[in-house]
């Protein structure tokens, strides 16, 4: 866990952790002062809200938890003990969410849908000197929030969107992989497969994005740039810890796009491969109907990938797979293939450890500097994956080398 304090004469200095991976408290000498930062987490009792405040509870800061319904968030303080307080807030309500924002040191944004929340926290969060972190962050709402860059640059305030496993880690790892273990990175694959049952928010949200022209199917990235109808479908890749091969289905986006720029333009092949028959029946259905272009259609296209995810957990376990093969130069010459898993569980926890890492690294002064970030670009890939590995959500974190002659044979690059 990071140490940070507001503590005079304290310096930050970094994750702290006993050999068994234990969080080791920050010493304040003898003030006996623990609790000095407010972190206010919007829909923290939510299924990912839950899993930033179980976070954020190790770190000695004082959370505020913020929802609609006070029972509930009391609830999740109880759970707590004295590191939490409970606070009633309404986002469409300008003056209770200014209210809360006005409360806190750091805004985690973990309410949702995302569709219908929009830029209205962050601009709170503005209004009221806050730093921000929100684990939803596609490029419209980055569009949204650049007329403000100049005023949260100049008021020396850190926001830092997409602090989330996709979009978030899934553009954080190739970056950290590429730089620590490549002197240049030719070729990218990349694949993302999740068994996960949807929460209704969740579910809205993912409705809207087939719909937001965010994003491409059947396209790859190089030179940071979306190159389309250039990737087709795989049929029966092997993926880790899935025992079936799978059909993994090409798609990119800004988030590919900036993997391209950040590791020199680089070719990124992205593929969603689905484990779950009736998810990805459902998703189809949906895209080929349209069912997303009113509320009431995205409302009952969301009810149905609930119920589809739901279906396809009975007798499987919940793990979010991240598969990259990566094809580059490695001190000098020579040609090195390597293929890295990362094998987490539950998503909703991922995402909102996530977003509890991001805030302590913005308050502790270790991100890129002032202004609005996606997560890869905000933090230092290498002390944030140190502080994501140590958590018990990541299972396993595996890299092997091979050789191009094993690649050959059971793979083929398109
Ligand atoms: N980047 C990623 O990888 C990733 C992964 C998963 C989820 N997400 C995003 O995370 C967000 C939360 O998803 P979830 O699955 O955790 O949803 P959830 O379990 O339904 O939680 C949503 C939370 O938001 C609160 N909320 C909703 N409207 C509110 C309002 N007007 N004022 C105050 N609080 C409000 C809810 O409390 P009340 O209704 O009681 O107020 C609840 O606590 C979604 O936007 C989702 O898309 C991102």
Redesign the pocket.
């Known amino acids: 866990m990071i140490r940070v304090s507001k503590h005079p004469g304290y310096q930050a200095t970094g994750f702290q952790h006993d050999r068994k991976g234990v969080f080791i408290f920050p010493d304040f000498g003898d003030t006996g002062i623990m609790t000095d930062y407010r972190i206010g987490v ?9 899993h930033a405040v179980k976070y954020l509870a190790h770190s000695g800061h004082s959370i505020i938890i ?4 006070l029972d ?2 009391q609830i999740a303080v109880d759970k707590l003990g004295e590191c939490a307080t409970p606070h009633r ?5 300008t003056e ?2 200014q209210s809360f924002c006005g409360n806190c040191d750091l805004v985690i ?9 929009r830029d209205k926290v962050a601009l709170a969060a503005l209004a009221k000197q806050k730093h921000y972190v929100d ?3 596609t490029d419209s709402f980055y569009a949204n929030l650049l007329p403000y860059r100049e005023e949260i640059r100049k008021k020396g305030l850190i926001f830092i969107i ?9 553009g954080l790892l190739p970056i950290y992989t590429g730089q620590s273990q490549f002197d240049l990175v030719d070729f990218i694959d990349y694949f993302y497969c999740g068994m996960d049952e ?5 579910a ?3 409705v809207c994005s087939l719909n937001d022209g965010s994003g491409m199917s059947m396209a790859y990235c190089q030179k940071g740039e979306i190159v389309p109808k250039g990737a087709g479908l795989m049929h029966d890749v092997k993926i880790p810890y899935y025992e079936k091969p799978l059909d993994a289905y090409p798609y990119s986006n800004g988030e590919m796009q900036r993997i391209s720029e950040k590791l020199g333009g680089c070719k990124v092949c992205f593929y969603y491969a689905f484990p779950g028959g009736h998810t990805f029946e459902t998703l189809n259905y949906i895209q080929a109907s349209r069912k997303y272009s009113t509320d009431d259609e995205r409302h009952q296209s969301a009810e149905l990938l609930v119920k589809s995810s739901q279906k396809d957990l009975i007798g499987n376990d919940i793990k979010q797979i991240y598969y990259i093969i990566m094809d580059g130069k490695q001190k000098g010459a020579n040609r090195k293939v390597l293929y890295q898993t990362l094998y987490s569980r539950d ?2 926890e ?3 450890t ?1 977003a509890g890492i991001t805030s302590l690294l913005i308050l502790a002064h270790r991100t890129t500097g002032p202004g609005i970030h996606y997560l890869p670009h905000g933090l230092n890939p290498n002390v944030f994956m140190d502080e994501l590995k140590a958590q018990a959500v990541i299972k396993h974190f595996i890299l092997n080398w091979e050789d191009e002659t094993i690649m050959e044979k059971g793979y083929k690059r398109q």
């Open positions: 919007l829909g923290g009792y939510g299924r990912v809200g839950q913020g929802g609609r319904d509930r968030a807030v309404d986002i469409n309500d209770s969410l944004n973990c309410a949702g849908p995302f569709e219908k929340i684990v939803s962050g997409s602090a989330g496993m996709l979009p978030g880690l899934s949807f929460t209704y928010t969740s809205y949200d993912y998503g909703y991922l995402t909102g996530i």
